[in-house]
C-alpha cells in the first residue's frame, strides 16, 4: 500500500517541498527552491538529516519541479525509487474564497475556480496554479489535492465574517473576512485535543485559542474542533500586529496618509504590508528578536513595538475568548510563539483576569518543543505546540484520496 504524500508549496518565485510518510507521519525529504526565474536561482535539499545545496537554472516553476522530482528519486540524494511511490501531491493554496470549505481533487475546473479567487490573493494564488500545471505536465497521471488556508475559517457564523459596509460588496465582490493559517490553526487543535485524551482530560465542548505568531500572525477561536472566530481578514493583512503588517487599523488613518501622501492604493498597500508592524514602530528589524535585542539595550522605540505587539494579541485572544463564552485551552505555536518565550510571558501578564497564569521555568525551558505552560494553579491550559502545517496538509490530501 502506497503511504506516501509529496506537498508543495508554490510562491510566486520559490517552490517549498516535503515529502511525508503517512504511515509514520514522518517527513523524510524537505527543501526549497529559490529565485525561481530569477539569475543564480539554487535549492536547499535536506534528507536524512544532512543539508545538500545544488546551484540550479529554473525559468519557470516547471524546471523547478522537474529537479526537485529528479532528486527526490536520485540515488544519492532521494528518498524515492520512482515516483510511483506516492499517493498524492498535495497544494497549498492560500485563499478559497467561498468556494471551497474542504480539500478538493485538482480539475481542470478546479483549476480555473483558483484563478477566480487569485483577486483576492495575487501574490500566492497565481503562484499556486503554476505548480499544479507544471505537475500536470511532468506527471500527468498522479492525483493531486489542493488544501486551502480559508477553508478551516468557513465554519464561522456569519455575523463574525460580514463587514459592517454596504451589503453589495459582500454580494457583488466577495468583500467578508475569510480568515488564515487554517492548516497550522486546525494541526495544533487536534494535536492539543489529541494530548489532552491520552491525560483523560475532558474534552466535551472543548474551547481552544490558538495563537500562530510568526511574521504573520493571527489568533483563532476554536471550539469542538471548527473555527468560529480568527483576525485575518478579507486578506492576511488583517488582525494583530506583526512583523511589517500594520493589522487592524481606524480605516480613517489609511485615507488620511493617502492625501497628506498623495499615495496610489499599490503604495498605500505596500506601506501596510512591508513597511507596518512591529518594524515600522521599531525602526530596528522585521525580526522579533532583533527587536529583542534592542529592547533589552533600552532602545525605546523596539521596546514599545513589542508592547503594541504583546497588548494587541492578548487582546484578540480575548475577543476570541467572548465568541466561545470562555477558554479552555490556550495555545501558541510558529516562530515567535515556539520560540519567544518572554512574549509568551508578556501576552500572558495581559490575561490573568481570565485566571491564565505561566510557569516560569517550564516557560523558558520551552523553546520550539512541546510543552505544557501553566502552572498548576492556572484555571486554562497554556501549551506550546509547534505547528507542521505539511503534515496537515498531507492529512488533508490522504483522507481525501480515502472516501
Excluded: W
Excluded at 488564515?180 to 474551547?207: M, P
Excluded at 490573568?352 to 505544557?372: C, P, R, S
Aim: proline share 3%; hydrophobic share 35%; net charge neutral.
Amino acid at each position: 500500500m502506497k503511504t506516501k504524500i509529496l506537498v508543495l508549496n508554490s510562491g510566486s518565485s520559490s517552490l517549498k517541498y516535503q515529502v511525508i510518510d503517512m504511515e509514520t507521519e514522518k517527513t523524510l525529504a524537505q527543501g526549497n527552491f529559490e529565485r525561481i526565474g530569477q539569475p543564480r536561482s539554487f535549492v536547499t535539499h535536506k534528507v536524512n538529516g544532512v543539508k545538500h545545496k545544488f546551484e540550479r537554472e529554473a525559468k519557470n516553476h516547471e524546471q523547478a519541479i522537474s529537479f526537485v522530482l529528479n532528486r527526490l528519486t536520485n540515488k544519492h540524494y532521494g528518498v524515492l525509487e520512482s515516483l510511483d511511490e506516492l499517493v498524492a501531491i498535495g497544494h497549498r493554496v492560500v485563499h478559497g474564497g467561498e468556494k471551497f470549505s474542504k480539500p478538493v481533487l485538482i480539475t481542470d475546473e478546479v483549476i480555473e475556480e483558483i484563478k477566480e479567487c487569485s483577486s483576492l490573493a495575487p501574490l500566492h494564488n497565481p503562484a499556486a496554479v503554476l505548480g499544479m500545471e507544471a505537475c500536470r505536465k511532468i506527471v500527468p497521471d498522479m492525483k493531486m489535492v489542493a488544501v486551502f488556508d480559508t477553508a478551516f475559517h468557513q465554519t464561522l457564523p456569519k455575523e463574525r465574517y460580514i463587514y459592517p459596509i454596504p451589503y453589495e460588496y459582500y454580494e457583488k465582490y466577495g468583500v467578508r473576512k475569510y480568515g488564515f493559517h487554517g492548516t497550522s490553526h486546525q494541526y495544533v487543535a487536534g494535536r492539543v485535543t489529541n494530548i489532552l485524551k491520552e491525560d483523560k482530560k475532558d474534552i466535551k465542548d472543548l474551547k481552544i485559542v490558538n495563537c500562530h505568531l510568526g511574521q504573520g500572525g493571527s489568533v483563532c477561536a476554536i471550539r469542538n474542533g471548527k473555527s468560529v472566530e480568527t483576525t485575518m481578514g478579507l486578506t492576511p493583512l488583517g488582525g494583530i500586529v506583526m512583523a511589517t503588517r500594520s493589522g487592524d487599523l481606524d480605516p480613517s488613518v489609511i485615507t488620511y496618509i493617502m492625501n497628506k501622501m498623495k499615495f496610489t492604493p499599490e503604495q498605500m498597500e505596500n506601506v501596510l504590508n512591508k513597511e507596518s508592524g512591529v518594524y515600522g514602530v521599531s525602526r530596528v528589524s522585521m525580526d522579533f528578536r532583533d527587536i529583542e535585542a534592542e529592547a533589552n539595550a533600552g532602545g525605546k522605540h523596539a521596546k514599545l513595538a513589542l508592547k503594541i505587539f504583546h497588548n494587541t494579541v492578548a487582546s484578540y485572544i480575548t475577543k476570541c475568548i467572548v465568541a466561545m463564552g470562555g477558554i479552555d485551552v490556550l495555545t501558541f505555536t510558529a516562530g515567535v510563539g515556539e520560540k519567544g518565550q518572554d512574549s509568551r510571558k508578556a501576552i500572558c501578564e495581559n490575561l490573568k483576569i481570565f485566571g491564565i497564569e505561566l510557569d516560569e521555568v517550564k516557560n523558558q525551558e520551552a523553546k520550539g518543543v512541546e510543552a505544557k505552560i501553566s502552572s498548576d494553579n492556572s484555571k486554562v491550559l497554556v501549551y506550546v505546540i509547534p505547528t507542521n502545517e505539511e503534515l496537515m496538509i498531507a492529512k488533508e490530501t490522504m483522507k481525501l484520496l480515502e472516501k
